[in-house]
T-cell receptor
Framework: GENVEQHPSTLSVQEGDSAVIKCTYS??????FPWYKQELGKRPQLIID?????GEKKDQRIAVTLNKTAKHFSLHITETQPEDSAVYFC????????????FGKGTMLLVSP | EPEVTQTPSHQVTQMGQEVILRCVPI?????FYWYRQILGQKVEFLVS????????KSEIFDDQFSVERPDGSNFTLKIRSTKLEDSAMYFC?????????????FGPGTRLTVT
């Protein structure tokens, strides 16, 4: 089955810096890659996703890139703010009617003012 | 904005007891999922459900687990005889083909504590 590796496990940045979180996946059939943000004690919230026919997607301060050949994808957050502090999970799934998500282990992002 | 809801928010039970976790998916969604997250670990897939039957299940979802959609709104996860290692946060999720076939929206979770 699919295996998703995520790095780093923790990331500390100063407010205003950029943050990059990287994931690799094993199943070349995977072609949907969402990113979830989970604040302490709360539900995972979808923040951005990318499908395999696209190499990059941007939404304001957040961008995701995908390299299908290398089987890795990354989350980029620019101009980080303290409210960006949370655990971020990447996931991968195979396109189908029911897209079972395989998650990475998560990255705790700490943004210091 | 519609959200997935789950009850209870926290359930404490003794080992060997049965528990039922309840979810109300977003009303026009057709696919439903259960995931679990052991404290400090990643979210793990348990089961997906479509058209009143299980679509896919993980190896975690053994004979102790079952799911049901008893009516048009609820989606339940039953654990027949809980074990200590079942202690985790259980998330329900739903998705809505064909408009957003891949996007899954998560509920707030039920924290299950087995003592």
């Amino acid at each position: 089955g699919e295996n998703v590796e995520q790095h780093p496990s923790t990331l500390s940045v100063q407010e205003g810096d950029s943050a990059v979180i990287k994931c690799t996946y094993s199943d070349s059939a995977s072609n949907y890659f969402p990113w979830y943000k989970q604040e302490l004690g709360k539900r995972p919230q979808l923040i951005i996703d990318i499908r395999s026919n696209v190499g990059e997607k941007k939404d304001q301060r957040i961008a995701v890139t995908l390299n299908k050949t290398a089987k890795h994808f990354s989350l980029h957050i620019t101009e980080t703010q303290p409210e960006d502090s949370a655990v971020y999970f990447c996931a991968a799934s195979i396109r189908s009617g029911y897209s079972t998500l395989t998650f990475g282990k998560g990255t705790m992002l700490l943004v210091s003012p | 904005e519609p959200e997935v809801t789950q009850t209870p928010s926290h359930q404490v039970t003794q080992m060997g007891q049965e528990v039922i976790l309840r979810c109300v998916p977003i009303s026009n969604h057709l696919y439903f999922y259960w995931y679990r997250q052991i404290l400090g670990q990643k979210v793990e897939f348990l089961v997906s459900f479509y058209n009143n039957e299980i679509s896919e299940k993980s190896e975690i979802f053994d004979d102790q687990f079952s799911v049901e959609r008893p009516d048009g709104s609820n989606f339940t996860l039953k654990i027949r005889s809980t074990k200590l290692e079942d202690s985790a946060m259980y998330f329900c999720a739903s998705s809505d083909p064909p408009r957003a076939i891949y996007e899954q929206y998560f509920g707030p979770g039920t924290r299950l504590t087995v003592t």
